[in-house]
């Protein structure tokens, strides 16, 4: 990572603290008054439940953005990069950060019940504070039908974003499809996502995509524990 990310970015997977704060809590409670287990036993549970609480802390609050810095570092400058379900923007802007003359385009739906146009607002006063808005684009839409031409982007990323298209397989396909579209001959794929990573690499390849690989990320994407875990698909679009 070139320097750290300002702004505010939201976060993932919020069942995973949710869950262990109400097991770690009922789990002292049951520690202390002896009931069901033994003490010792209670403790040690709610003490792995509090770890994967501050494992959880640090993947939000630091490594998911030292994660996208390895990630990228891999990858020559693009003049075009797009981010697909940007959201507010963490990896758009980390683009753009680590390659001071690409220009960016974030794509998402941003139609949150619960933030409706909070997540977007947010994406521009992001760009603004890390000095990349002159070189963001914001464009509504849908990544199963994307509003691009084809062969427009050297760098598409997309963060935990192809599994929330409407939960479903052929939505991600069409969305894997549409990524490949876009891209330029020879250009980079990189894909993070806690869930379907093997379901995208046997896609890409279905698709034609060159150098497609998987591969762990190690703490920095562990959602609390390592079975909970984000991964990278990479790939290249055939020259
Ligand atoms: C979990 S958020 C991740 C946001 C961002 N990539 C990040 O890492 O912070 C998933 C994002 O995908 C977007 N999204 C879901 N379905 C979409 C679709 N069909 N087309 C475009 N964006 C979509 C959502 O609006 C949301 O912003």
């Not at 501050?54 to 490594?63: K, L």
């Not at 003359?101 to 603004?128: I, M, P, Q, Y």
């Not at 390849?205 to 190690?218: F, P």
Request: aromatic share 8%.
């Amino acid at each position: 990572m070139s320097r750290r990310v300002l702004g505010s970015y939201g976060v993932d997977a919020l069942i995973v603290p949710v869950l262990s704060i109400i097991g770690a809590a009922a789990f002292i409670a049951l520690g202390y008054t002896e009931v069901g287990f033994p003490r010792n036993f209670s403790y040690v549970v709610a003490g792995l439940l509090l770890v994967q609480i501050a494992i959880y802390v640090h993947t939000t609050v630091r490594g998911r953005f030292l994660l996208w810095g390895k990630v990228l570092a891999g990858v020559p400058e693009p003049e075009e990069s797009l981010d697909v379900g940007c959201g507010r923007g963490m990896v758009l802007i980390e683009t753009l950060i680590q390659f001071p003359t690409a220009a960016g385009v974030g794509l998402d739906l941003w139609r949150s019940r619960t933030a409706k146009g909070v997540a977007r607002r947010t994406l521009v006063e992001n760009a603004t504070q890390n000095g990349v808005i002159a070189r963001t684009t914001l464009q509504v839409g849908d990544m199963t039908a994307m509003p691009f031409a084809d062969e427009t982007f050297d760098l598409v990323t997309a963060n935990i974003a192809i599994h929330d298209v409407d939960h479903d397989e052929a939505g991600r396909r069409e969305a894997l499809a549409e990524i490949l579209r876009i891209t330029r001959p020879g250009g980079y794929i990189r894909i993070v996502d806690i869930h379907y990573v093997g379901e995208y690499r046997d896609q890409l390849q279905v698709l034609g995509a060159r150098e497609v690989k998987t591969k762990s990320l190690g703490i920095n994407g562990w959602y609390g524990n390592p079975f909970y875990a984000s991964r990278l698909v990479s790939a290249r679009k055939l020259k």
